[in-house]
């Protein structure tokens, strides 16, 4: 298993057990509350001032970050999307940065989550 497809299942499994926060406001307050355990910010994002932002709370709360290559991606991980009947993603809201505060159960995706933040460090 790759790292995308864990964390797509890792954010769908906390956005089911209401852990998961999205956008820079709910992003914000839970990484000022420390209530934040994996933050997720899009590499495409267009105001520097945004990426500054959730990178100092995460380094000043010790709170892992991982990069996703869209905003498209991450809004669809995320949830903010409609779905067809055929099971693909229709109007599809960007999404810049999530932050999870709960991950609910543990899962392998989860696991290998873990494990490539703890290659990372």
């Known amino acids: 298993m790759d790292i995308n497809t864990a964390l797509k299942k890792v954010l769908k499994n906390a956005l089911v057990n209401d852990g998961l926060k999205r956008g820079l406001h709910e992003t914000c ?13 899009a590499q495409n994002c267009s ?10 709370l995460c380094k000043s709360q010790s709170t892992p970050l991982l990069m996703v290559q ?3 991606e991450l809004g669809e991980w ?3 999307c409609k779905i067809d009947e055929t099971g693909k993603a229709k109007k599809v ?5 999530a932050v999870i505060t709960d991950f609910g159960e543990d899962s392998t995706a989860l ?5 490539y933040i703890k290659e990372q460090q």
């Open 93 to 97: 809201v960007k999404c810049s940065c």
């Open 111 to 115: 696991e290998v989550v873990m494990k």
């Open 47 to 56: 105001e520097p001032e945004y990426t500054k932002l959730v990178r100092a």
């Open 29 to 41: 307050k839970a990484l000022d509350r420390g209530s934040g355990r994996l933050c997720c910010l």
């Open 78 to 80: 995320c949830g903010l």
């Open 70 to 72: 869209s905003n498209m």
